[in-house]
């Protein structure tokens, strides 16, 4: 693994950074072929507006574009992380007002899930866990991922790839590394995510997509019931791509799906995608 | 500052590390004199809890005391800061099964608050922030403390020392860097800390110093009406001992507190303390 920080190759932080005592930063996932970001135009702007809701300075564009592709050097598939973190702290919570980012960018070889995700579909399960409500953080891809954590946690078993986290109003908000949608009647939902959750740059790419597949596009609460009722799920990220549901197990059993078309559509017109 | 990593004269950690990747892991402030922790019994207490509560292997007593030791050696009066993350990670939140925890030990010279806080009181103001609620991390002193700097970054004025928290229900939950408790008619309030907030040592203490003091003690909610009706009003954390609140900042205006002295007396209570 290749990793650069602030530009420069060295693989360790400052124990006093802000990213490590407080999660106070942000990151994004992003695949890279031949050091090309995949989709980046749907991760700049998610990173662009997360910098924005944390007042942390954005770094340039090109700059980042570089020092993706130098990390990413020699390698065709590579899965890149970029953290950027408000930078050194002394004690203190309050954001400083000089504060200098910390830019780590790592790459490494990428060789993509197992074809039979997409093929035969993932089988996903609820989480214990309720995610909790915070307008201020919601939608930001940051940090504190404990939620995440320990939602991921819950399950060993292999044969589970994801788990739905729900909130405490009985809406399911996401899955615990990817974004939910539901198809029914050609009109594709997936939760509104202004009280938790993660907007992932997939997500965006799917809701800019969905006009021209010819189904209407709809973001709101989702509850389990709808979910059981849905004709497709899908879970998206954008190491994922889109996985089609095959099987939800929940409380009161487990449903399931066998009409995959949505993703694969869905997946052919990403791998068309610049 | 002297930082120890893994026992380790070094101030850097791996950029891989789980508690910068997503704040998996805990920390605890202590105050140092010649070497030695004060309120250890309390402050490892929690970070047992702490450990506990996040399946995070915990460090060994002696080893811990050892490095606070030599981190803060030659330092009268020292502040360290005891790290603990799930150590390193590669993609993905589930807990590596075999989780080598990074066990970060800084200490730096403390000189301590001014004297002003405790003799004259100290303001403080009402967050517009509303914590959100997550009994599975409720009371844990974690690396996800993003609401905390938000909220911390809501004022500038340096003449307000702290900020109050509030939950969605309007109860208040602590402040952004300390525990409440609120004296009325012989009775300390504070906070039931089971679905938001930090438990810190100090309030612990105090909790265990109460009985001595001839005070009853209650943990539950206490609304912003029954803080206005306090006779008195205390901040606690293991650096700042306890403040007592002279003004409150609220929507509707600001109330004031004149008698101190369960501080001063709490105060006296602590520097005896061994």
Not at 133 to 153: D, W, Y
Not at 235 to 250: E, K
Request: include cysteine.
């Amino acid at each position: 693994m290749a990793t650069l920080i602030d530009g420069h190759p060295s693989d360790k932080v400052s124990a006093l950074d802000r990213g490590l005592a407080y999660g106070d930063g942000i990151y994004r996932t992003v695949e890279l072929l031949n050091g090309v970001p995949r989709l980046w135009r749907w991760q700049w702007q998610r990173l662009v507006e997360d910098c924005a809701r944390l007042s942390l300075p954005c770094p340039d564009e090109a700059l980042l574009l570089a020092e993706l592709a130098a990390a990413a050097q020699g390698i065709e598939r590579a899965v890149a992380k970029i953290t950027l973190t408000r930078g050194l702290g002394q004690r203190g919570y309050a954001m400083p007002a000089d504060a200098v980012p910390t830019r780590i960018v790592t790459a490494s070889p990428w060789g993509g899930y197992p074809a039979e995700r997409y093929s035969d579909g993932v089988t996903v399960r609820r989480c214990d866990l309720t995610l909790s409500r915070q307008p201020l953080l919601a939608g930001i891809k940051h940090l504190n991922r404990l939620e995440n954590v320990l939602a991921r946690s819950e399950w060993a078993d292999p044969s589970v790839h994801e788990g739905l986290l729900f909130d405490e109003d009985g809406g399911v908000v996401e899955a615990t590394m990817s974004n939910l949608f539901a198809l029914k009647d050609g009109v594709l939902y997936t939760p509104r995510l202004d009280r938790a959750g993660v907007t992932g740059a997939l997500r965006a790419w799917l809701i800019d997509a969905v006009p021209a597949l010819g189904l209407a596009m709809k973001e709101g609460s989702l509850a389990e019931v709808e979910l059981l009722a849905a004709d497709a799920l899908l879970l998206t990220n954008s190491l994922i791509g889109v996985w089609p549901v095959a099987a939800y197990r929940h409380a009161g059993g487990e449903a399931r799906w066998r009409d995959f078309e949505l993703a694969h559509r869905l997946n052919a017109r990403l791998a068309a995608e610049a």
